[in-house]
C-alpha cells in the first residue's frame, strides 16, 4: 500500500510542475509576441501619419498662387484681399483633410524674415481662433529650430511634437511662384494623439483577447499533456501490483526509450524471469517463439496524426481533354506520356521550393509554404506556374516531332490560410492540406477551361505578387460560404523593371 501511495504522489507532482512549466513558457511568448506587436504597430501608424502629412502638404503646396504668397510681407497685409483671398482657400484645404485618421489641424505658410538672415516667420494662417493663430511675421519656433530653411524640398518630423494642445506631426512643402521660384513652405500639423489612441485601444483589445484564449488552450493543452507524460508511471504501478499479486504475465503497457520506457522493458523482463522460473518449478515448460517474445516486448512509436494551421499558396493543375485524348491511345502510350510530363513538372514544383501534395488523375496538386516556411511562397508558386507552361511548350514541339498528340493545361494558384499535416488513418497517412484554400485554388484550375485562360489566381494571392508579374483581371467570382465577391487574376508573365 505504501508503494502505491508514492507512485500516485510523485505523479501528481510531476504533472503540477508539467503543467505550471507548459503554462509559463506560453505566457512568456504571449507577452513577448504582443510586444513585438505593439512596437510594430506604432512604428507603423507613425509612418503611415507621416506619408499622409507630407502628402497632404504637397498635394495643398501645388494649389496655392505663389505669387499671391510672395506678396504677403507685413502684419498690416492681413487687411488685404490677397491675404483673405488665401485665407480662405487654405481653410477650404484644411476642412477638405479633417478626416478620421488624417486630422489637419493647422495649416500655414512661412518664409524667411526680410529682417534677419536666416529666421523664418509666419505668412498665412487659416485658424480661426485667436489664440492659436499666428500672424504676418510672427517668428517661427518649431520643433525643426534653426535648422529650417525655406528651400525646393519635402519635410516631415522624425519624431511627434507635443504641447498643451496634443500631440502633433508636421510636414512641409515648398510654395513656387509662377517663375518656378520657392517662395515659402506650407505647413500641415496632423492630429496623431488620436489615432494613437485608437489603435493603441484597438491593439491592447486584440492583445488581451489572443492571450486569454492561448492561456485557456496552454492550460487545457497542459493538462491533457501532463496526464499523458504521467501515465506511463500508472501503468509501471498496476503492472508491478499485478506481479505482486501473482500474475506473472502482466506486462507493463510503456514504449519509448526514455527513463519511463527502460523501466517497463526491466519490470516486464523481470515479470517474464519469474513467470518462467514458475513455469520449470512446477514441471511444466511452455515456450514461446522468439519472435512472438519480441513482439510482445517490442513497442513500436505510432505516428502522430497532427496538422497544423498555417499560410501557404496552393497550386492546381490539369490536363484538359486528357481523358478523350487518352482513349484514342495504347494504356502503355498513356503512362508514358503521363510520366514523362509529370517527371518535367514535378522538376520545376521542387525548383521553386514547393512541395508535391498529390496526383490527381491526370492533375497535380502542389503546397508553397509548408511544409517549411517560405515569405516568398506566392512569388515561388506563380513562377513555376510559368515555368510549367513554358516546359510544356518545349514537351508539346518534341511530341509533335515524334508523332505524339500535345497537351494543354490550366493552372490555378490561390493563396490563404489552410490546416496541413500527416491526415488519414494508422494504416495509411498523406501529408496534405485541406480547408478552403485549397477548394478555391481547385476552382481557379476549373475556371481556366471557362475563362480560356492559362494560369488563373486570386486577388489573395495578387495583392503581394502585382508589383512582379504582368496580370490582368478577368473577373469577380462568388464563393459558397463567403458574401464578398473575389477578384481573378490572369497572369501573363514576368513584369519587367
Known sequence: MRHKLQFKGDAMKYSSKLTVLIVIAILSSNIMLFSLTYYKAHQALFKEVQDNALSIAASCAQQLDGDLVASIRERKDEGNDAYKTLEAQMRRLRDANRKAGTYVSYIYTMRMSDEKAGMVVFGVD???????KSHVGDVYKGTFGTDFKVADKYIVEDEPSKDQWGTWISAYAPIKDR???????????????????????????????????TMLAAALLSFLLARHVSRPLTALHKTVEAIGSGDLKSKADVSGKDEFGDLARAVNNMAEGLRQ????????????????????????????????RRKVTVLFSDIRGFT???????????????????????????????????????????????????????????????????????????????????????IGVNTGTAIVGNIGSMQY??????????????????????????????????????NLFKTERIKDISIRGRADLIAVYSVLGVREN
Open 277 to 308: 522460473r514458475e513455469v520449470l518449478k512446477g514441471s511444466f515448460a511452455r515456450y514461446v517463439s522468439s519472435h512472438v517474445m519480441e513482439n510482445i516486448l517490442k513497442e513500436g512509436e505510432s505516428i502522430a496524426l497532427s496538422g497544423e
Open 126 to 132: 487659416a485658424e480661426e481662433d485667436p489664440e492659436n
Open 429 to 466: 497517412m498523406e501529408y496534405t492540406a485541406i480547408g478552403d484554400t485549397v477548394n478555391l485554388a481547385s476552382r481557379l484550375e476549373v475556371l481556366t477551361k471557362e475563362l480560356g485562360a492559362n494560369i488563373l489566381i486570386s486577388e489573395y494571392t495578387y495583392v503581394t505578387v502585382r
Open 324 to 410: 478523350s485524348l487518352s482513349e484514342n491511345m495504347r494504356p502503355e502510350e498513356v503512362v508514358s506520356h503521363l510520366n514523362e510530363y509529370f517527371e518535367r513538372m514535378v522538376d520545376i514544383v521542387f525548383r521553386n521550393k514547393g512541395t508535391l501534395d498529390k496526383f490527381i488523375g491526370d492533375g497535380i496538386m502542389a503546397i508553397f509554404g509548408a511544409p517549411q516556411d517560405d515569405e516568398h511562397q506566392e512569388e515561388h508558386a506563380i513562377m513555376a506556374a510559368l515555368e510549367m507552361r513554358r516546359e510544356l511548350d518545349v514537351l508539346c514541339g518534341k511530341w509533335e516531332q515524334e508523332g505524339r498528340p500535345k497537351i494543354n493545361i490550366g
Open 179 to 213: 517663375s518656378g521660384k520657392v517662395v515659402a513652405m506650407l505647413g500641415v500639423d496632423l492630429q496623431y494623439q488620436d489615432v494613437k489612441d485608437k489603435t493603441t485601444n484597438s491593439i491592447i483589445k486584440w492583445g488581451v483577447t489572443f492571450i486569454a484564449l
